[in-house]
């Protein structure tokens, strides 16, 4: 079992920044070694993907963020962060964190981000 919490969500202007925290706890053992993921939701939108870290931290990124935001973890804490610049409105959404063992989804609760013009 892994439980994920969120956090560092919040209200910051266009071309603002914010850092989200994804922290994992319970009885897996190997969750440092899991890929993490976070996505987003925009208000009314589906559900998409933003960037990938692997075990190996290897990263991805959906290519409308590409360089502006940065995936990263420490495995002594187990929290994976999205550093998130150069904000805009369209960046507005609950963001999620993930990660899989298997055919198990495992999600936190989700974190507001909300970019005003």
Do not use: H
């Amino acid at each position: 079992q892994v439980q994920l919490v969120e956090s560092g969500g919040g209200l910051v202007q266009a071309g603002g920044s914010l850092r989200l925290s994804c922290v994992a706890s319970g009885s897996e053992l190997n969750v440092n070694f899991m890929t993490m993921f976070w996505y987003r939701q925009p208000p009314g939108k589906q559900r998409e993907w933003v960037a990938t870290i692997t075990g190996g931290s290897a990263t991805n990124y959906l290519d409308s963020v590409k360089g502006r935001f940065t995936i990263s973890r420490d495995k002594a804490e187990r929290t994976t962060y999205l550093q998130m610049n150069s904000l805009k409105p369209e960046d507005t959404a609950v963001y999620y964190c993930s990660t899989n063992r298997g055919s198990t989804e495992y999600w936190g609760q989700g974190t507001q981000v909300t970019v005003s013009s």
